[in-house]
């Protein structure tokens, strides 16, 4: 019934390392030409399925998933960045003649 110690700070700490350390990988995988890029579209496209279908009543009480309402801006920004994305690799694919960069991936 009472724990020795509070795990809201712990979890808190462990989801900012989370996202710290994530960020820093897509940064890393720049170094070679669409290797950020391509799984940042896989992980974009299926973030935006799922989004879809969450949003969509029908599709929400077929898959038994919650309901969201106000999903789908967040599916057109998704379809925006898969977009953005697309645009970027067809210029960085070799020979590379735009390098994405630590601001890029960062945002990633």
Partial sequence: ?????DMEIFAIAFWI????????A?????GLDGLATVPSIFSL??????????GNLNY???LLLPKIQ???EVVIICAALIGALMGFLW????PAQVFMGDSGSLAL
């Fill in 60 to 62: 929400s009480e077929y």
């Fill in 26 to 30: 897509v940064n890393l995988t720049d």
């Fill in 1 to 5: 019934k009472h724990p020795l110690f």
């Fill in 70 to 72: 106000g999903l789908g």
């Fill in 17 to 24: 390392l989370v996202l710290i350390s994530s960020s820093n």
């Fill in 91 to 94: 210029y960085n694919c070799y």
């Fill in 45 to 54: 496209s299926t973030l935006g399925i799922f989004l879809y279908l969450s």
